[in-house]
């Protein structure tokens, strides 16, 4: 199994910045994509942004030009750093990838972390 681990998230006011951080373990052959996606209250998770092993990135529309994503394949680590943060940016965050396990391909999910932006 997969086990992604997610930190780096809490209050920030209006135009702060956070950085995210998120560590898969376990019996990975391959890890495929890796990705950030969030939800916030009363709504439906919805993607920020995904990273392939070679290094493509794609951004949900309203993140381009605020938030990076990264990742360090020798460490299993994706990082999403978030500048110019707004209030609704407020939500879950949490950590996604697709990796080969046993010869299979799934989608596993980390836990969540929780940003806050204030106004």
């Known amino acids: 199994q997969v086990q992604l681990v997610e930190s780096g998230g809490g209050l920030v006011q209006a135009g702060g910045s956070l950085r995210l951080p998120c560590v898969a373990s376990?019996?990975?052959?391959?890890?495929?994509?890796m990705g950030w996606y969030r939800q916030a209250p009363g709504k439906r998770r919805k993607l920020v942004a995904t990273?392939?092993?070679?290094?493509?990135?794609n951004y949900a529309d309203s993140e381009k030009g605020r938030f990076t994503i990264s990742r360090d394949n020798a460490k299993n680590t994706v990082y999403l750093q978030m500048n110019s943060l707004k209030p609704e940016d407020t939500a879950v965050y949490y950590c996604?990838?697709?990796?080969?396990?046993?010869?299979?391909?799934?989608?596993?999910w980390g836990q969540g972390t929780q940003v806050t932006v204030s106004s």
């Open positions: 996604y990838t697709q990796a080969v396990v046993a010869g299979f391909v799934g989608d596993y």
């Open positions: 376990g019996s990975i052959f391959r890890i495929n994509a």
């Open positions: 990273i392939t092993s070679g290094g493509s990135t």
